[in-house]
């Protein structure tokens, strides 16, 4: 069994930065993929971006394109998420997720999900 825990969000000025880790224990080798998602409070679940598991691939949603990197530690077996220029539009609760495919960007490609970690942006 996967299990994937998110950590280090929190409240951040509009303009500011937070980085968030994901770590993984009980690993499938199957797994190619790792992603973020977020969701809001009335809106369904967004993709945020996307890794391969050698870190070699990435991909953005168009909103976050030039402000967040994501990037993988395989030797820690964590994801991390660095947000940066952050703005009162990107407060969501973040989710770390896991798929067998090759970077997909629908939720419904992720099998393994971590509970989520609040990301609130003031203004």
């Known amino acids: 069994q996967v299990q994937l825990v998110e950590s280090g969000g929190g409240l951040v000025q509009a303009g500011g930065s937070l980085r968030l880790s994901c770590a993984a224990s009980?690993?499938?080798?199957?797994?190619?993929?790792m992603g973020w998602f977020r969701q809001a409070p009335g809106k369904e679940r967004e993709f945020v971006s996307a890794?391969?598991?050698?870190?070699?691939?990435?991909v953005y949603a168009d909103s976050v394109k030039g402000r967040f990197t994501m990037s993988i530690d395989n030797a820690k077996n964590t994801v991390y998420l660095q947000m940066n220029s952050l703005k009162p539009v990107d407060t969501a609760v973040y989710y770390c997720?896991?798929?067998?495919?090759?970077?997909?960007?629908?939720?419904?490609?992720?099998?393994?999900w971590g509970q989520g970690t609040q990301v609130t942006v003031s203004s």
């Open positions: 890794i391969s598991r050698s870190g070699s691939s990435t």
């Open positions: 009980g690993g499938a080798s199957w797994t190619s993929t």
């Open positions: 997720a896991a798929a067998p495919s090759t970077l997909p960007v629908s939720s419904r490609q992720y099998i393994y």
